[in-house]
């Protein structure tokens, strides 16, 4: 837990991690929320970073949503934060639990939900059919094994052009390089199992049941969570509010003019929401 100066209890971000992250990865962000006066809160998913669970690195969606909905149970329990005013935040695959947990919790004061994940484009920029043909026989062999009870095949979370990966990308060196650096818990390492899960997930029909403002926050050219898919989700919100931003997917990753952009409209949102000074 992330605490701003001051006695009183304060509005609380719990934070939801992205496909395959971990909480270290949250840091910058929750102390950029610290400092504006609201506490942030992160956590590893089950079978990531410091959490327990095997065997490792397994993306398993209804899980992680348990996890989200216990995160926000612990965030109310401990006394330190107003209980009442709990804000869902969440990058990319945890933006959509973000939005799908709150659509069930009336509690939840508001979310915001940064380059989130809304199902799966049609077609992937940069992958071949043979690489795309390539990357499902993985997924399979994947899921396969995880129904015998066997060790999972891992493939790359990001990968370079032309790798079996989840995402591949030019700037995928540069990207690993940020995420993987220092005492970061992030492995580029993944069970691609939970793909198919995923083709099933409707954030956008979660969205739609919000009855608390939301905050979309998007790249204009982003190929992994394109415009066209996320920008749904704040189309379908009642009460959702878009915000588009230069760059790629990786840009609120790798780039600082992004993300002091971003942050200063999410935390200007959440004060508008909260109706904090």
């Not at 994947?142 to 095949?153: E, N």
């Not at 790359?156 to 591949?168: D, M, Q, R, S, W």
Request: charged fraction near 20%.
């Amino acid at each position: 837990m992330y605490r701003p100066e001051g006695s009183h209890p304060a509005p609380c971000v719990v934070m939801c991690a992205g496909f395959g992250s971990t909480a270290d990865r949250l840091s910058g962000w929750a102390e950029v929320f610290a400092a504006a006066g609201l506490a942030a809160m992160v956590f590893d998913y089950g079978s990531f970073g410091r959490s327990d669970g095997d065997p490792r690195q397994v993306v398993d969606i209804d899980g992680q949503l348990a996890d989200v909905r216990a995160a926000v149970a612990c965030a109310r329990a401990g006394g330190a934060v107003d209980a009442d005013r709990v804000v869902l935040w969440g990058n990319s695959l945890g933006g959509a639990h973000a939005i799908t947990v709150a659509a069930d919790d009336p509690r939840i004061a508001a979310v915001v939900a940064q380059i989130p994940f809304n199902g799966f484009p049609r077609r992937v920029e940069g992958r071949s059919t043979a690489q795309s043909l390539r990357l499902t026989a993985a997924i399979l062999r994947d899921a396969l094994r995880g129904r015998l009870g066997l060790a999972p095949h891992y493939i790359p979370l990001v990968g370079e052009p032309g790798e079996i990966a989840i995402t591949n990308a030019a700037e995928a060196k540069e990207h690993i390089s940020t995420l993987a650096g220092g005492d970061s818990l992030w492995r580029n390492q993944v069970a691609p199992r939970a793909t198919l899960r995923m083709m099933r997930y409707r954030p956008a029909d979660a969205a739609a049941r919000l009855t608390v403002p939301l905050l979309v926050c998007l790249a204009a050219d982003d190929a992994e969570t394109p415009q066209e898919l996320s920008s749904q989700l704040a189309d379908r919100a009642p009460r959702g509010r878009l915000k588009v931003y230069p760059g790629t997917h990786f840009s609120f990753y790798t780039d600082p003019r992004t993300r002091q952009a971003v942050a200063s409209d999410q935390i200007a949102f959440i004060r508008e929401a909260l109706a904090l000074p």
